[in-house]
């Protein structure tokens, strides 16, 4: 092998491994992504627990039949808060899944990651 080959080879090489680890960067950056997404979908889902708690605890200081109109406007935003928190919640989990798919996919693990950097260092 000439001098010229190791070297296009350790240029491809170091090619493969940049692609590589940017691939995983990307991936690992869209997981916090939806990590987040996650997170704010349980905050969304316990602020609707608390609104609950709060009508439940305070219900012996009023009437019901007096504030019936107010109780269906909460009840209203109790709901959509509902729908947004469980939208948050699946749209994370399921990114979260959709994300190991694609790391699967890209069949990377880190035993072959580094032998291809010691590979690339111990070249001359």
Known sequence: MTSEDASVEYRND???????LAAVRTLEAIRRSKLAELRTGISVLAITLSILTVLISTSGFWNPATVSFLLGIVGILIAILLIVGSYFF???????????????QLAIDTESLDKMYHDILNQD
């Open 90 to 104: 699946y749209q994370g989990l399921r990114g979260m899944r959709e994300i190991d798919r694609q790391r699967e």
């Open 14 to 20: 170091a090619a493969k491994m940049r692609t590589a």
